[in-house]
T-cell receptor
Framework: AQSVAQPEDQVNVAEGNPLTVKCTYS??????LFWYVQYPNRGLQFLLK??????LVKGSYGFEAEFNKSQTSFHLKKPSALVSDSALYFC?????????????FGGGTRLMVKP | EAGVTQSPTHLIKTRGQQATLRCSPI?????VYWYQQALGLGLQFLLW???????NRGNFPPRFSGRQFPNYSSELNVNALELEDSALYLC????????????FGPGTRLTVT
């Protein structure tokens, strides 16, 4: 089985400050990990993924995420937040042994960036 | 390059009716996925089609069904609609069954009254 937890329903940060959105996962094998962002009344936009290799992955719009196998975490980060980053962020996992390709999503974290 | 497209944008149906939702994947993508985003339930995997075949199915009743056409577009059918089927239905596509990331469309908002 595979599962994802996003422990914070909402994260508030001031514009220009660094941001972190937390994600922990559980899989029986090795994980493929993803971050998506959803703006109001829109679908999900792919931000970045971890498949293998370097634990720090860089993605779109200046976002990055750090894979930590021992802590089973994949936190999303950005050095300097923008008001336009305000949106709903989803972490997703797929077990490498999952031949069914399904993604399991966390419950989402609403990021509010205040000017 | 055009992204994943879905139609209609909004759909209003009455309980007991049938709904048909459509999805066109990114050009060159052969896999199509359907997810349900219902209030309070989050994003849940519904179905995966690849090369015209159903490859995986989530924990949904049989009244949720679909198909994939030779041009890789897909439709999702929901029969005997119930109020709790009201949700945003998201379609995603990927380059093939071995591709990692899935690219999502804007969704179809289904409202059942």
């Amino acid at each position: 089985a595979q599962s994802v937890a996003q422990p914070e329903d909402q994260v508030n940060v001031a514009e220009g400050n660094p941001l972190t959105v937390k994600c922990t996962y559980s899989v029986s094998g090795n994980p493929y990990l993803f971050w998506y962002v959803q703006y109001p009344n829109r679908g999900l936009q792919f931000l970045l993924k971890y498949i293998t290799g370097d634990n720090l992955v860089k993605g779109s719009y200046g976002f990055e995420a750090e894979f930590n196998k021992s802590q089973t975490s994949f936190h999303l980060k950005k050095p300097s937040a923008l008001v336009s980053d305000s949106a709903l962020y989803f972490c997703a996992v797929r077990d490498i042994n999952n031949a069914g390709n399904m993604l399991t999503f966390g419950g989402g974290t609403r990021l509010m960036v205040k000017p | 390059e055009a992204g994943v497209t879905q139609s209609p944008t909004h759909l209003i149906k009455t309980r007991g009716q049938q709904a048909t939702l459509r999805c066109s994947p990114i050009s060159g993508h052969t896999s199509v996925y359907w997810y349900q985003q219902a209030l309070g339930l989050g994003l849940q995997f519904l179905l995966w089609y690849d090369e015209g075949e159903e490859r995986n199915r989530g924990n949904f009743p049989p009244r949720f069904s679909g198909r994939q056409f030779p041009n890789y577009s897909s439709e999702l059918n929901v029969n005997a609609l119930e109020l709790e089927d009201s949700a945003l239905y998201l379609c995603a596509s990927s380059l093939g069954r071995r591709a990692y990331e899935q690219y999502f469309g804007p969704g179809t908002r289904l409202t059942v009254t």
